[in-house]
C-alpha cells in the first residue's frame, strides 16, 4: 500500500487548511487511515484516525472540535479539515494506515504498517 498526501501549507492563526491522502489500495476490510505530526527532534503523535468501513473517528484531545477527519471510500482517500489553527498545531503531518487496528493501539504509531511522506503545516501568530 503506497500513501500519498497532499495539501498543508501556511496560514495564519484562526485560518484553515486541508490535508488528503489517497491510498494505492485497501488492505483489508478493516482499514484504518490515520494522520500524525511531529515536529522535528520529537516523537510523531497521533492527531485522527479513521476506520473506512463505518465511519469512526477518533482524536488526539486538542484538535477535538477543530479537525475534522473523513474518508471516502470509493477513492481510498482521506482527508484532515483543520480548522481555528493554531501556532502550536505547526508540524510536519503524515498520514498513516493499517489493515487493521484495535482501538487501544489507535493512537500509537508503530500500529501502522503503512506511511505516506510528510507534509508541512505552518501556522504563523
Known amino acids: 500500500v503506497q500513501l500519498q498526501a497532499s495539501g498543508g501549507g501556511l496560514v495564519q492563526a484562526g485560518g484553515y487548511l486541508r490535508v488528503s491522502c489517497v491510498a494505492s489500495?485497501?488492505?483489508?476490510?478493516?482499514?484504518?487511515m490515520a494522520w500524525f505530526r511531529q515536529d522535528p527532534g520529537k516523537e510523531r503523535n497521533f492527531v485522527a484516525a479513521i476506520k473506512l468501513n463505518g465511519g469512526y473517528t477518533y482524536y488526539e484531545e486538542s484538535v477535538k472540535g477543530r479537525f475534522t477527519i473523513s474518508g471516502d471510500n470509493a477513492k481510498n482517500t482521506v482527508y484532515l479539515q483543520m480548522n481555528s489553527l493554531r501556532p502550536e498545531d505547526t508540524a510536519v503531518y503524515y498520514c498513516?494506515?493499517?489493515?487493521?487496528?484495535?482501538?487501544?493501539?489507535?493512537?500509537?504509531?508503530?500500529?501502522?504498517?503503512?506511511w505516506g511522506q510528510g507534509t508541512q503545516v505552518t501556522v504563523s501568530s
Open positions: 489500495q485497501r488492505a483489508g476490510s478493516r482499514f484504518v
Open positions: 498513516a494506515a493499517s489493515s487493521s487496528v484495535i482501538q487501544s493501539k489507535l493512537r500509537n504509531h508503530a500500529a501502522y504498517a503503512y
